[in-house]
């Protein structure tokens, strides 16, 4: 079964009647573990991850897959440049630090970023996210689309638009993977790689409603390659 | 390695220091999922699941559990008689209701108990239960401790001591499993049957300073047989 491809409003929508019912610490925590879950199918091999943060819901996904990373026997760092005083991300980052993952205090020049680390996880803009990048993420993007190190998306890669993909095709990230979280947004049509669906929390009266044609999560795994 | 079993006072401190770092919705969707998946490990096949809800944390951990047992495939029931006014615990019913798990309005007769399920998750008290066991509980209890389907209690037995087991030999719930959460506590030392390590959340710095001789959870797993 070929899930449905969600609209930026049909996301934000979807999102917002969940959080009737879940509390984000529940639901992010879910979606991360699936990302790290996910990554460790794919990547058993690739220890030294980068995970690159941004400023909102993404970037707490982010977070949290690294520290489920690094439970996994990984060692991921982390750059997040942009930290809002919000006590969510206040507390997934001291969770991190708990567990002893490095903050790095500036993004790695392009010959660091290619040798130094095996995966670079791109948790900088969701689906909510609408151009232009802003200037401060501009550099951090343009290294990330020229390193040769393979890049997986949470659930979209960043820059592109959520509806229409890559607006700039010479200056956009190429993501190896892309983890849609609780179902794909439309921009998933252009990506073409290995594809997993994650967040394993949509109740069937959800699915319904938004029409989602949810594959089958096999037994009690929180992701499913598509 | 084996871990160490902890006092009723550890323990409690354990979990103070754990919620300086976490929010209990986060920790508790973490210990709720082991629980169900380490259910789904070792009761493939009994898929008509009980689930005994007390008023506490114990009682979320059951919830969480009954919400991933339904999404794993299973059909979970809901016993939960007395529901504290806290919006965690009413979000977390919340979250079970829009699954489609009943609740049960009365505590199903021996019989029923006997034949209908094939599986009681004893999520009625934990860590910090102290005797005697409240008069609307009791009831309860009797029957869970008379049935012939196999229990598995998490994190403690409820009705047991959480440090010295199982107090009136005569009239004490014999859990088929044990699920503890974070770390063993004493009254585990008492238990023979399938027991089992969930909650992978702790930071090697506080496991350390509580000398808790952790097991390795083996790769992406959030349970490990003990």
């Known amino acids: 079964m070929q899930p449905r491809y969600l609209k930026q409003a049909e996301a934000i929508k979807l ?10 610490e529940q639901l992010m925590e879910l979606a991360g573990l699936s990302c790290a879950s996910a990554i460790a199918e794919e990547y058993p091999e690739s220890k030294n991850v980068l995970v690159v943060v941004g400023p909102g819901n993404n970037g707490g996904d982010g977070l949290v897959c690294a520290r489920h990373l690094k439970m996994f ?56 996210f609408k151009p232009p990048i802003r200037q401060e993420f501009c550099e951090i993007i343009n290294t990330m689309v020229q390193t040769s190190t393979p890049c997986c998306s949470i659930d979209i890669p960043s820059g592109w638009d959520v509806e229409n993909g890559p607006l700039d095709p010479m200056n956009q ?17 252009f990506f073409q790689g290995i594809h997993y669906l994650g967040g394993r929390f949509i109740a069937p009266a959800l699915a319904t409603k938004y029409e989602l044609n949810l594959p089958n999560y096999p037994s009690t795994q929180n992701c499913v390659r598509l």
């Open 15 to 24: 999102d917002e009647e969940l959080f009737n019912y879940f509390g984000v």
């Open 173 to 189: 990230i190429k993501p190896a993977m892309l983890i849609s979280l609780s179902a794909p947004k439309l921009c998933a049509s």
């Open 73 to 128: 026997g990984y060692f991921p760092e982390i750059f997040y440049p942009k930290r809002p005083a919000k006590v969510l991300y206040q507390n997934l980052t001291k969770q991190c630090e708990l567990f002893e993952i490095p903050f790095l205090s500036s993004f790695p020049a392009q010959e660091e970023l290619n040798t130094k680390y095996s995966l670079i996880v791109d948790a900088l803009f969701g689906f909510s």
